[in-house]
């Protein structure tokens, strides 16, 4: 079974953390009605929803792939990189703890889950204002045994990896060359961003559909003709809160 741990949207949220973005005022009403239906778009993807309660104290927990990475084997609990994110991982934890063997990051690691991009038995994972290496050191012990490689990925001009490249089919990534180096992926197909639409390039692959942001029209052409099948859905008021559609859910698989 696949399960999609999800929170609900901080009635806080318009407080939360922007390093790329201006601020704009957040519709706290819509962000909730476009997260209910990327929750929808996930269960008629086949996941079952694991719906965590709001943090009103902490106004990115929807963000909840900054929490914690989870892998078949195990899941690690990060250390997010904005002071304000760090409270959000102890729910998270709790959470988890019925699912998988938990390993924590300590100090002075950072990472956020957003920079956690995993391509079979590899971690990529993101350099960038929230994750360091002493954190990809701490990765590198736990998941070694698990026969997973890590390899660091320098990222400039974003929040996170995965703000600059995600995977959209088996072998095809989707990507914004501006902000990662395309050659690090190795044989992996490569699908840019639309030149206009720089943020485009965060899209979450769930079994064989991508579920994809409305705001990227003319990436989403490309997509579409490069033959891959989109859930797409509107969450233009996480957008402004510099998130997407991946940092809104865990997605792992449980055997009961
Ligand atoms: C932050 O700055 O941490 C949040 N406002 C946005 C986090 C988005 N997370 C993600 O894309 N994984």
């Known amino acids: 079974m696949l399960i999609a741990m999800t929170r609900e949207v901080s009635p806080n949220i318009e407080n ?38 709001a943090e009103p104290d902490l106004p990115d927990s929807v963000f909840v ?52 991009l995993r391509i079979g038995k590899t971690i990529y994972i993101g350099l960038s204002s929230r994750s360091n290496l002493a954190a990809i050191d701490q990765v590198k012990g736990f998941v070694q045994p698990y026969g997973y490689a890590v390899e660091g990925v320098s990222v400039a001009g974003c929040l996170h990896l995965k703000s600059a490249v995600t995977q959209v089919a088996k ?39 991508v579920i994809y942001p409305t705001s990227y029209p003319r990436t989403q052409e490309r997509l579409e003709k490069h033959g891959i099948l989109l859930a797409t859905g509107d969450v ?19 055997r009961d």
């Open 16 to 53: 939360c953390a922007l390093t790329y973005l201006e601020r704009h005022a957040i519709d706290i009403d819509l962000a909730r009605t476009q997260h209910r239906q990327y929750e929808e778009s996930l269960a008629a993807l086949g996941c079952q929803i694991h719906h965590l309660p």
């Open 65 to 116: 792939e900054d929490t914690a990475i989870v892998l078949d084997e195990l899941a690690i609990i990060t250390r997010p990189g904005a002071d304000s994110r760090l409270p959000e991982t102890a729910s998270v934890a709790k959470a988890l703890e019925p699912y998988r063997k938990l390993y924590h990051i300590k100090a002075p690691g950072t990472i956020d889950g957003g920079d956690v």
């Open 171 to 209: 072998d095809t990534l989707l990507i914004n060359r501006d902000w990662v180096d395309a050659g690090t992926f190795g044989a992996m197909a490569l699908i840019d961003v639309d030149p206009q639409e720089a943020h485009a390039a965060n899209a979450l692959l769930v079994s064989e559909k």
């Open 236 to 254: 233009s008021e996480l957008i402004k809160a510099e998130g997407a559609v991946t940092c809104c859910s865990l997605i792992f698989q449980h």
